[in-house]
T-cell receptor, first 115, second 116 residues
Framework: GAGVSQSPSNKVTEKGKDVELRCDPISGHTALYWYRQRLGQGLEFLIY????????KSGLPSDRFSAERTGESVSTLTIQRTQQEDSAVYLCASSLTSGTHNEQFFGPGTRLTVL | AQKITQTQPGMFVQEKEAVTLDCTYD???????LFWYKQPSSGEMIFLIY??????QNATEGRYSLNFQKARKSANLVISASQLGDSAMYFCAMRVGGTSYGKLTFGQGTILTVHP
């Protein structure tokens, strides 16, 4: 079956512009996660959705970052007034919630470059 | 707060040899899960193996095994019979709490290079 997909794969923007990143989870996966990975670093958690509610948004770095999810489907991560420190790969993952460990399946990521 | 520490920035191994990648964790929650992911140069994240805090036996998945030492709070990944395709970044991650889903906290990763 289809995996997690993300678009765009690459995004170059100018400082101060807004960007929207999209994630399509695996069908049937109730949970959806956003992470950020700076070059050569580990993944930083941003936010997670259970259905269309966000029980944990503790990783969002500032109020410039927001995310929403439509039902148990597509999610959009929006970064307003982008800064150069926002440059990173943004990874989306999805998982079931019914199993014993429910590993997260990751998308290919969106590489964001803020000039 | 939970934390994952991977102290080996880079590791080298000869093809067909075994290698151990270190991971220590810190949490006060008695219920947690430990994951290992592989990230090749292409950037995708590939799930390798899982160990639950209450699991009595060390997890194994093919050539991957997890050396779980609860008292030491370590969850080292052992790769047996290394292959050239094992060259990648490896991340240890932890999820805490009683649910089987939720955010993962990742370590900084270890770059593994397999030499022919």
């Amino acid at each position: 079956g289809a995996g997690v997909s993300q678009s765009p794969s690459n995004k170059v923007t100018e400082k101060g512009k807004d960007v929207e990143l999209r994630c399509d989870p695996i069908s049937g996966h109730t949970a959806l996660y956003w992470y950020r990975q700076r070059l050569g670093q580990g993944l930083e958690f941003l936010i997670y959705f259970q259905g269309n509610s966000a029980p944990d948004k503790s990783g969002l770095p500032s109020d410039r970052f927001s995310a929403e999810r439509t039902g148990e489907s597509v999610s959009t991560l929006t970064i307003q007034r982008t800064q150069q420190e926002d440059s990173a790969v943004y990874l989306c993952a999805s998982s079931l919630t019914s199993g014993t460990h429910n590993e997260q399946f990751f998308g290919p990521g969106t590489r964001l470059t803020v000039l | 707060a939970q934390k994952i520490t991977q102290t080996q920035p880079g590791m080298f191994v000869q093809e067909k040899e075994a290698v151990t990648l270190d991971c220590t964790y810190d949490t006060s929650d008695p219920s947690y899960g430990l994951f290992w992911y592989k990230q090749p140069s292409s950037g995708e994240m590939i799930f390798l193996i899982y160990q639950g805090s209450y699991d009595q036996q060390n997890a194994t998945e093919g050539r991957y095994s997890l050396n779980f030492q609860k008292a030491r709070k370590s969850a080292n990944l052992v790769i047996s019979a290394s292959q050239l395709g094992d060259s990648a970044m490896y991340f240890c991650a932890m999820r805490v709490g009683g649910t089987s889903y939720g955010k993962l906290t990742f370590g900084q990763g270890t770059i593994l290079t397999v030499h022919p």
